[in-house]
Each structure stands twice: as structure tokens, then as C-alpha cells.
């Protein structure tokens, strides 16, 4: 399983593994203690392939830090999320030497050390894009949809409905016979 599925939720420890959406939001089970929860709408949930951390040149996705911290432990775990802030930033600086200082702050690390821990003990090391975007020269190659042009019609006025109506009506009450106002007499 790639991190497409795999969920962190504010206000609940650990990471979480997508299951399944029921009519309020979804199912979800944790990679902790394997219990699974409802997650509604009111939670704030974020996809681990969609987090990046700032370097200074650009922005690194997250699952590529995870594989630089993947092939520096030879695939076990790392040092433990508890450590001091100058280790979690030591550490981090020898994985991503660009990361920018100002914006990534002690916690963000400790989650990055915490997530990636917690993924290992699981087994997810799958740390690759789970669908890969279509180079330019596939997207010149998929067919484009034809739209096919909608008659338009314009749209009929209520004035016209309305004095019709109205004459009818006027023309009831008299008794008379039941004549729109746009019909010529004969």
C-alpha cells in the first residue's frame, strides 16, 4: 500500500489507514493499535502523499524524505521522535541538507521521525507514487473529446404568459368566450 491510503488526523495519535466512506465520512484504521474509527467531517484529515516539507529551493514531498530516511537506515527505524530538538534537527539536516530552517520547525520533525517509525513497525515502506502523471508527449497522445455544439434556444418571456392570463381570466368573469390577448378576431 502506498501513502495514498494512509491518513494523519488532528487530535488522534499516530497514522491511520483509509478503509472505506460511510454516509458521514469514513472508516479508518489505525496503524497503531489496529482499532478502526469513524472519522466525520468535522476532523481535520491529511493525506501523507500530499504533505511536503520547504527546503530552500523547493518543496520536497514527503515521500521523498521518507525514501532518504528508508535507504540511510537500510530500512529499519530511525532515531526516536522523544530525542532533543539539536538531534531531530541534526538528524534531519543529514537527510535533507536544504531544508529550510525557518519554516520547519522541531515538531514538523518529530512528526516526519514519529510517521516514518510508525510506517516501518507496519510494514508500509512503499514509498513510491501510486499513479504516475502522463508525460507531455502521452497526454498529446490521448484522445481528445469532441464537444458537440447544444442548440440554444432562447428563453421564452413572462410577460407574454402573463397578459394571456390575465385575459382569460377577465374574460371568464364577463362570461364571455375564453380569448387570449395576442389572437386576432376573424
Not at 501523507?48 to 523547493?58: D, H, N, P, Q, R
Not at 514531498?61 to 532518504?68: G, N, Q, S
Not at 541538507?97 to 515538531?107: K, Q, T
Not at 514509498?127 to 497522445?141: D, G, V
Amino acid at each position: 500500500m502506498s501513502l495514498d491510503k494512509v491518513l494523519a488526523i488532528s487530535g488522534k495519535p499516530g497514522l491511520y489507514q483509509l478503509k472505506n466512506r460511510t454516509r458521514n465520512g469514513f472508516l479508518a484504521t489505525s496503524l497503531l493499535d489496529g482499532k478502526t474509527i469513524n472519522v466525520g467531517g468535522h476532523h481535520n484529515v491529511s493525506l501523507l502523499s500530499e504533505i511536503a516539507i520547504y527546503t530552500l529551493k523547493e518543496e520536497v514531498p514527503l515521500r521523498e524524505v521518507f525514501k532518504l530516511i528508508f535507504e540511510k537506515e537500510s530500512g529499519k527505524e530511525t532515531i526516536s521522535h522523544k530525542a532533543s530538538k539539536d538531534e531531530l534537527e541534526e538528524f534531519i539536516f543529514t537527510i535533507l541538507p536544504e531544508y529550510d530552517e525557518d519554516r520547519v520547525y522541531a515538531s514538523d520533525i518529530k512528526k516526519i521521525v514519529q510517521w516514518y517509525n510508525i510506517l516501518v513497525k507496519s510494514g508500509l515502506t512503499d514509498f513510491s507514487k501510486a499513479e504516475e502523471e502522463p508525460t507531455e508527449s502521452e497526454k498529446e497522445k490521448a484522445p481528445v473529446k469532441e464537444l458537440k455544439e447544444t442548440k440554444k434556444t432562447t428563453p421564452k418571456t413572462t410577460a407574454n404568459k402573463t397578459a394571456q392570463s390575465s385575459a382569460k381570466a377577465s374574460s371568464a368573469k364577463k362570461g364571455g368566450p375564453s380569448r387570449s390577448a395576442s389572437s386576432k378576431k376573424v
